[in-house]
């Protein structure tokens, strides 16, 4: 992952388009990235949809999920996802939490997803977590850190844990592999659904499925997609414009400074799902 | 919701817009809104496709679904749907008429629809109606007042009635809770229908339902979806120019008067769906 | 049904332009329309994807499906569809001869196709045709006489016809009532399709599809829907544009002329479906 | 199949374009056509997402899948899937790699494909194979020759031949018949899980089949279909420009040179996917 954090802003943005764009996204959901220079805090959208969401509206947030500067952005209610799954997992630098269509009727229908082709083969193992086990009736917002902390449990050392009636969570070690994941998390879902329509369904081996998934996550895979995901959300008029910092010392300049730092008054984090 | 007339007719338009652009209104259907100033008032569009309508195709209905003033302009011949509902149940503001086809299969089968995860809480219990139960044989359209009654009783305290062999019938507070509750609704609909084909549903609990469905109501989470619908309207080109009153003062200009008030003189307020 | 021939051919194509962009038609099938002024001859566009078809590509044709003056263009081998059924039915005016994915199953499966909304009341009955019941194995085309008079005895009194293994032929009193029996006869084999997945399927009664099926089919409901599916068509920039004779006065001047009529040398009238 | 060098490297890129645009192919995949001039090499794009391809980016390659000039450019890592089926079968002159969402549920249940609609005979016979049956557990990608050989040797004398968990692979003597056959391939595919879903399927007779398919391939047939998608390839923006050498002589002189050829120091063909 790029280690400049201009660049990575900007990477976090063009991910959320690609998932957006590839209808993982809707109105809800958020992606995030842990700091390069710094792994106790990440960053991510304010509130809002994801689509929406520009490198000025981007906030840095420690573990805690609490903004490192005060801040009058309202902030997604459920950021706990993010920074409970960043405390738990040194390695994972990139988070999604999202509910894709592909992905849900495994979430209420409570059966497992398994890799059923080669690219789906970069999901690992996908466990399931319930809100309502531990913490019983509940809005169904993961809000609290302890809510948080036990989605972050139950997806232990895998790369994606289900939500049940809720959604997904998607952890990875940059931006680029998180979103080949995921979008080919959904598509593994998808077609899993429909070899469940017809019937019967030939998952592959436990070895297929580790020698696989590792070849697909190397940077010549993950960059072959990005790159075609960048064309259509280019033709989509979607591409953020590469406004953000292109370095950190171009990011200290006054006119590049982002937005939400530069309301230091109030401390009036009002929290938002 | 907003007060001021002119704002209320023109975010009846963007609503609508919206609900055409996600596939729940297509040449068939219909939105209103109650009048903010006359409760026993309401505004939807004359007889056309309702993606097409403009604040000058809107006409003024009592509750018994005459227009306030003679007009020329063909009506919707369901607009009894609207009338009753907002007879029946005064905290109601808002109703939308659709055939969408993640809720037909519903009406087909005659399965239930029980809300399946989170977003699709908003949708609450979801009774069934038979226009064949009461009224036999008919061509199906909620056309004489005692259809619309009918429909208006068995929608009873909640917000949303399937129509069986038709469609739906949804209610809301406000034209934002409405457009919210119709999408995720829809939303809910599909996804139950995908869960089923994999031969299991867990639905939300009804402690879960409750707190989840109250919460998602909340104008933030409405307005974040409001906001990420309104940016594709306007990439769809769907977005109403403001050419609407922006007020009631500007409204009350001879040059901005609703073309359906500008031709009191016949009243052959012609019947259509 | 508009008795210009001009404003009748126009239709022609901008009912094939909506067919194509609603999904029904793609690379094949093929829409035709009665000669107003002459019932013993039809027009339909020479060989080609039916989106492509322009005015001045149409030919008319005999009952027999020869083309009234020779012609060089080549013309669709599966003609005789609409002859026989012009041949046997005097009160249709215009046939299309489609394989849109939503009756497809149904005539794969011969599960049959019931009414299951008030829209899909206007398909009316429908009955199967299998070439191979009568024909045994052959290209599975309907280009001989007598498989296209086969075809229309298997329609009968009805509207639509399902082709087993191959797609449907639909016919109409003019060309708005066919496009709206055309689009809505496929969305309720979609949400057919659907009710079957959901394990049952209530249908209308015999009463509501009757007296449901003749109200739809009036113009205020055609057009309706009419003018919302050339709206689309014109987002879709597929109207095409109006330099068809507006009139048969104009219609004989010779830069009008259609180019079907300008080559009457040879009557190499190629065969092609 | 045109004979012309740069017609054929262009109707390549086109080709592929297409089967972009019919959602055949996405980030991965790849399409190649046999060298007209020498029968011993074919030609395929570089490593990269189909649709990104340029006539500039094609290489060409033995029937080892070799570069027959050294080359900068990382080459598709399962190139061997196109040498192997050119040196087993002489007839063939172009092959396409997919991963289609119609045919994988095939790939993963194990259901077998036939031929359900006139269309879909083009596909002949469609044989399964399992990478695992003789390689044991793999990355799953048909990186070497023995592998190539073997999915060869699935394929037969047939046309398409299924990979378990994995995708398909497509031959056909001539480029538009090759996507003609794939894209209709992915119809019949499409078509046949939802008669599947209906719980009975009625294929064609063999006889019908054999017919069917053999029409089907005729060029007016091909070519209707071709000039559609071209129509709609153009208006997705993604039409190639014809800046490829128009002719053997143009393509002599040196500012049309192919890039893949103007590299010839070094020969790091770089493997990839």
Redesign the interface.
């Given at each position: 992952m790029a280690n400049d954090l201009g660049e990575v802003l900007h990477e976090l943005i063009v991910s959320t388009r690609i998932l957006a764009n590839q209808k993982v996204l809707?109105?809800?959901g958020h992606v995030s990235v842990r700091n390069p220079h710094n792994p106790k805090s990440y960053f991510i959208s304010r509130?809002?949809?994801p689509?929406?969401a520009e490198i000025s509206d981007l906030v840095e947030l420690n573990l805690d999920s609490e903004p490192l500067k005060p801040t009058e952005f309202?902030l997604y209610s459920e950021r706990v996802i993010h920074g409970e799954i960043y405390k738990a997992r040194p390695e994972v630098n990139a988070v999604v939490h999202h509910?894709a269509?592909a992905v849900?009727?495994?979430?209420?229908?409570?059966?497992e997803i398994v890799p059923?082709?080669?690219?789906g083969?970069v999901i690992g193992p996908v466990p399931f977590w319930d809100q309502?086990d531990e913490f019983?009736?509940?809005?169904?917002?993961v809000v609290k850190p302890e809510e948080g902390a036990s989605l972050a449990r139950a997806l232990g050392p895998h790369w994606t844990v289900l939500m049940?009636?809720?959604?997904a969570a998607v952890a990875g070690t940059n931006l680029r592999e998180l979103t080949f994941r995921t979008v080919f998390g959904c598509?593994n879902a998808?077609?899993?659904?429909?070899?469940?329509?017809?019937?019967?369904?030939?998952?592959?081996?436990p070895?297929?499925a580790k020698?696989?998934g590792?070849?697909q996550l190397r940077p010549?895979?993950t960059n072959?997609?990005w790159?075609?995901?960048v064309?259509h959300v280019e033709?989509a008029?979607l591409m953020p414009a590469r406004n953000g910092a292109k370095s950190r010392a171009a990011a200290a300049k006054p006119a590049k400074r982002k937005a939400a730092k530069k309301n230091p008054a109030k401390s009036k984090s009002k929290k938002?799902?």
């Amino acid at each position: 992952m790029a280690n400049d954090l201009g660049e990575v802003l900007h990477e976090l943005i063009v991910s959320t388009r690609i998932l957006a764009n590839q209808k993982v996204l809707d109105a809800f959901g958020h992606v995030s990235v842990r700091n390069p220079h710094n792994p106790k805090s990440y960053f991510i959208s304010r509130h809002q949809a994801p689509e929406l969401a520009e490198i000025s509206d981007l906030v840095e947030l420690n573990l805690d999920s609490e903004p490192l500067k005060p801040t009058e952005f309202r902030l997604y209610s459920e950021r706990v996802i993010h920074g409970e799954i960043y405390k738990a997992r040194p390695e994972v630098n990139a988070v999604v939490h999202h509910h894709a269509h592909a992905v849900l009727p495994f979430c209420i229908s409570g059966r497992e997803i398994v890799p059923v082709f080669h690219l789906g083969a970069v999901i690992g193992p996908v466990p399931f977590w319930d809100q309502r086990d531990e913490f019983g009736d509940t809005n169904m917002l993961v809000v609290k850190p302890e809510e948080g902390a036990s989605l972050a449990r139950a997806l232990g050392p895998h790369w994606t844990v289900l939500m049940r009636r809720h959604g997904a969570a998607v952890a990875g070690t940059n931006l680029r592999e998180l979103t080949f994941r995921t979008v080919f998390g959904c598509e593994n879902a998808a077609l899993l659904s429909q070899a469940i329509a017809h019937g019967h369904v030939d998952s592959l081996s436990p070895g297929e499925a580790k020698l696989t998934g590792a070849h697909q996550l190397r940077p010549p895979s993950t960059n072959r997609a990005w790159n075609y995901w960048v064309r259509h959300v280019e033709k989509a008029g979607l591409m953020p414009a590469r406004n953000g910092a292109k370095s950190r010392a171009a990011a200290a300049k006054p006119a590049k400074r982002k937005a939400a730092k530069k309301n230091p008054a109030k401390s009036k984090s009002k929290k938002r799902r």
